[in-house]
């Protein structure tokens, strides 16, 4: 368990670790786990709107548009999993013990939704925060960063960034994410 410097820390209300990452066609469609990986960050982005009209003493302020991000890193390189999170940017298949990709000249993205559970440990009870993030896709195609056989921490991470954008199927106010925390 961290250790923490300030004693009014309540850990009942941290997030403590990081997440399982998974993804699905649909709101309670079979999740595929996306392997092991690192959630770096994660996070609802917007862009205000200010209107006032010559005379009025306040302006008010909206949201034009908004976006949740995921930015993370797997670290298991298995081509069906990643084509999975490519969102249609390739795809793989399996023969005996081959396993293919192929990618170029796709012009659609197939939007999914990503399930980020992370799980702790309070007072010896586990509890739970759920992130349900709508209609993202990848941003980035493959990328793999390389690293020397004799590097310290020689592991190949695969980086990739989700954005999700509004799902207008859904009741305004629940369109971009949902979280659920266990107290």
Not at 46 to 70: C, H, M, R, V, W
Not at 130 to 145: A, E, K, P, R, S
Request: proline content about 3%; glycine content about 10%.
């Amino acid at each position: 368990m961290p250790l923490y410097q300030n004693t009014s820390v309540n850990t009942g209300a941290l997030v403590v670790g990081n997440y399982k990452i998974e993804m699905a066609a649909s709101v309670g469609a079979t999740y595929v786990n996306l392997g092991a990986g690192m959630i770096n960050k994660w996070g609802q982005n917007i862009t205000k709107y200010a209107i006032q009209a010559g005379n009025a003493p306040d302006p008010l302020e909206g949201i034009s548009n908004e976006t949740f991000t995921i930015d993370g890193e797997l670290i298991e390189f298995d081509l069906s999993v990643l084509s999975v999170l490519s969102c249609g940017g390739f795809t793989s298949a399996s023969s005996g013990t081959v396993m293919t990709a192929s990618g170029g000249g796709n012009a659609t993205l197939t939007p999914y939704v990503f399930r980020l559970t992370n799980k702790r440990m309070v007072s010896g009870a586990t509890k739970e925060t759920i992130i349900l993030v709508y209609n993202g896709t990848l941003d980035t195609g493959l990328q793999v960063t390389a690293k020397s056989d004799n590097d310290s921490d020689p592991i190949n991470v695969i980086p990739f960034t989700i954005t999700a954008k509004l799902d207008t199927t859904r009741t305004a106010g629940s369109q971009l994410f949902y979280i659920t925390k266990t107290i």
